[in-house]
């Protein structure tokens, strides 16, 4: 049950460093490029192994995904959304 807690809050927190890209961009292509980027690079399995089984991988991403979302919505009311 932890481990499958730990996997959702990763994913969930992994999610978000594509909005990023993709905000600050201003670019939807860019944010489904990063988006298959960060899943195959995470998910790609060589004998039963994969970034993702590595606590720390998904952890460190998800830390990053939620820097990456205050990094977005910081401003959000003082720049003007065109």
Same mark, same amino acid.
């Given at each position: 049950?932890?481990?499958?807690?730990?996997?959702?809050?990763?994913?969930? &927190?992994?999610?978000?460093?594509?909005? %990023?890209?993709?905000?600050?961009? =201003?670019?939807?292509?860019?944010?489904l490029v990063s988006a298959v980027l960060i899943v195959g690079v995470t998910s790609a399995t060589?004998?039963?192994?994969?970034?993702?089984?590595?606590?720390?991988?998904?952890?460190?991403?998800?830390?990053? &995904?939620?820097?990456?979302? %205050?990094?977005?919505?910081?401003?959000?009311?003082? =720049?003007?959304?065109?």
């Amino acid at each position: 049950m932890r481990n499958i807690l730990i996997s959702a809050l990763a994913s969930a &927190g992994i999610g978000l460093i594509p909005l %990023y890209i993709g905000m600050h961009r =201003k670019s939807v292509p860019a944010t489904l490029v990063s988006a298959v980027l960060i899943v195959g690079v995470t998910s790609a399995t060589s004998n039963d192994f994969s970034m993702f089984s590595i606590t720390a991988v998904p952890v460190s991403l998800a830390v990053v &995904g939620l820097l990456s979302a %205050y990094l977005s919505i910081r401003n959000v009311e003082t =720049k003007d959304i065109v």
